[in-house]
């Protein structure tokens, strides 16, 4: 799990568990939410964490993660907007988790993802 600061063109991790950290074999606090996105995906995720405070949407995006030795890892990670001080589009709070079990995941860290979908939800939407 973790918990986003979204700035007016930036996001990045204001908090990041431990196995989130491990995962990516480094500790994420502070560093941009897009930068472990595949170069040509870093605008696509940005774009979507960011607007998460203009809409009432939630945000799953399904992504390839590498590892430093080219093994792939599916991901899914969920993107939920949170209220901070009563202010909406500040902080936003995630989730990552791997879609198949690896038995090198938080021993050999991932580099990048590679996006294979991203979907709005709004499940209180018929």
Not at 15 to 20: K, S, V
Request: a positive charge.
């Amino acid at each position: 799990m973790f918990i986003l600061d979204i700035k007016t063109s930036y996001s990045q991790y204001r908090l990041a568990g431990t196995r989130l950290c491990a995962m990516n074999g480094r500790e994420l606090k502070n560093e941009g939410f897009a930068d472990s996105f595949t170069d040509q995906d870093q605008r696509t995720a940005e774009n979507w964490a960011l607007g998460l405070g203009k809409e009432d949407y939630a945000v799953l995006i399904c992504a390839d993660a590498k590892n430093t030795r080219g093994k792939i890892l599916p991901l899914e990670t969920l993107l939920l907007p949170l209220n901070h001080h009563g202010v909406r589009g500040q902080r936003a709070l995630g989730i990552t988790v791997p879609l198949e079990d690896a038995f090198w995941v938080g021993s050999i860290g991932l580099v990048k993802q590679t996006i294979r979908s991203v979907r709005m939800l709004r499940p209180w939407e018929n």
